[in-house]
C-alpha cells in the first residue's frame, strides 16, 4: 500500500512537470472497500493524470471533505453508513446545499433492496449506480473513465462560460467607449480566443433596418486572415458566406453546417444579425454551445450600440462631411470642424449643460460654417481684406447656414440651424444677422462662436497666418463680455491646458 498517493502527501514529491492527479472521493464505512479500490485503481490514468484517492468512512465526513475541495471529478459514495440512507443524504447535500453540479457521484450499495436503483436515479442527481457485487475492476476502471470524460468536459464547457462572462463584462465597457465596429472586432477575438482556433472565417454583420427591403447587410468585423473583406459589402463576400447567410435568414435561426457556425439573432427592434464562424475542424458540442450563448448574448448588447451608433454616427457623418466640404473651400483645415467640435463639447459641460444637450452641440457644432457653400470662390479665397460689398455676401454665410438647415426634423440638424445662425452673434448685440444680445444668443451660438475664433485664430487663412497663443488669449479677453459671453472666457482660461491638449490632437 505504500505505494499509494495519499491526499496529504500528494503535494510533498510532485514532479515539476507533472499535471495535477484528478481527485476521486471514495466514502465507504468498510475499510476494505478502499483498499480494495486503491488496489484496482493504482496504475490508473487518464489524459496523463493519475488518481488521487481521497476516503471518507461516513457520510457527513465526505460532505465536509466536498465542502472544502472544489475539484472533485468523482465522488463514489456507499448508500449505508452510519444511517439506511446517509449515502443518499449525502448526494442530496452536495447537490443543494454546496450547489455542486460539477462532481459526478456513483452510488455504490449492498443492499439493492434498501435503494431501488429505479427509485435513486429518478430522485437523485446521480451519475450512476452501482451494485457492490456489480463493480469488478474492469467495470470500476469503465466506470472512471466515463465519469472523468464527462467532468472534464464539463469543466471546459464551464470555463468556456466563465470567459464568456468576462467577455459579457467586457463588453460593457466596450459599450461605453466606443463604436459599433469596434465592439464588433472585440467579440470577434474573443471568440477566436475562447474556441481556441485561428485561421477560422468570422464575419458579423448587421442589417440596415432603417430601409424596408430587409435584403442588405454590411460587413461589421473580420477575423484577422480575412482582413481583406474588412470594408466590403455584402456582394463582395465570398459565395459560401453570403449562402449560408441567406439560408439563416431566410429560416431566421442559426444552424451548423459541418465546420461552420451561421448565427442568426435579431433584436427586439427588428434589427439582424449574422455571425459566420468557420473552423478547420468538426464543431463540437461545446463549440456550438459556446456561439449559442454568445448569439443570444450578443443581440442585447448590440441593441444600445446600434442605436446609439447608427443614429449618431450617420448624423456626426454627415455633419462633418458637410463641414469639410466647406473647409475644403475656405482653406480650412480638415481639423478645423473636429477640433471645433470638441473645443465646443468642452465648453458646453464646464458651463454645466447636460450630456445631452453637450453631445447635441458636440455633433452640430461641424456645421457652424455650412452656409459658406453659397459664398463665392472669389470672396472665400479672397487673400486679402474684403470690400464693403465682399464682406456684406460673406455675413450672408450665417443666415444662409441656417436656412440651409432648419427644415429638418432631426434634432442635431435643428441645433445645427441655430449654430450656424447665431456662430457669429455677439455678446454685446453687435453681431450679425440678428444683433442678437447676452442670453438672448443661445447658448449653443455661444459657446459655438467662442471655439470657432479661438480655432480661426490660431489657423493660417487665405486672409491671415495662424496667430500665437498668447496673442488669442489677449484678443479673447479683451472681447470678454463685448463678443463673448464671460462665463465662457472665464471657462476658456480656467482650462486653457485641457484645450491645448485637444488642439494637440488634431493638428492641421
Ligand atoms: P473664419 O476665417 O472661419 O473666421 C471666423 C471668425 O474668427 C471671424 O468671424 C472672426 O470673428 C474671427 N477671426 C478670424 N480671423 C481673425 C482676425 O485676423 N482678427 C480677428 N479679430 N478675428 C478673426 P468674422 O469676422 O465674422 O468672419 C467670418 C468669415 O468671413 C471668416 O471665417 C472668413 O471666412 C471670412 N473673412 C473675414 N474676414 C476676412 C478677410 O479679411 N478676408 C477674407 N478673404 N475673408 C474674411
Ligand atoms: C479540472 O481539472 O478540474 C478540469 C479538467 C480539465 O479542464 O481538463
Ligand atoms: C460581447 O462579447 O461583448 C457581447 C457578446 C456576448 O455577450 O457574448
Ligand atoms: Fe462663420
Ligand atoms: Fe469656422
Redesign the pocket.
Known sequence: MDDFIFADEANNDVETNELDPWNILLVDDEPGVHQVTQMVLREFEFDNRKLNLISAYSGQQGLEIMASHSDIALAIIDVVMETDDAGLQLVRSIREELQNNYTRLVLRTGQPGQAPEEDVITNYDIDDYKDKTELTSNKLLTLLYASLRSYRDICVIDSHRRSLEQVILASTEIFEASSLKTFASAVLKQICNLLNIDGAIFYCTSLNEDIDSNSDYRVLAVSGNMAAYETRNKSELPESVRKAFEYALNQKQSYVNGDTYTGYFSTSLGSENLLYVSMDRELDDMDKQLLDIYASNVAVTYESLLLRDEILETQKELAYMLGEAVEQR?K?TGSHVRRVALYSHFFAIKYGLSMQEAELIKLASPLH?VG?IVIPDS????????TEDE?LI??S?AQQGAELLKSSDNDVIKMGSIIAGQH?ERWDGTG?PNKLKGEDIHISGRITALA??FD??GSI????DA?PLEKILE?INTQKGK?FDPKLVEILNDNIDDILKIRDQYPD
Do not use: C, F, N, T
Not at 470672396?379 to 474684403?386: D, T
Not at 487663412?461 to 491671415?464: P, Q, T
Open positions: 475656405s480650412e460654417d459658406k470672396i472665400l479665397k479672397k487673400p486679402g481684406k474684403l464682406w460673406m455675413q454665410h457669429h450679425y470657432d475664433v480661426a485664430l487663412r487665405y486672409y491671415k496667430w484678443e463678443q
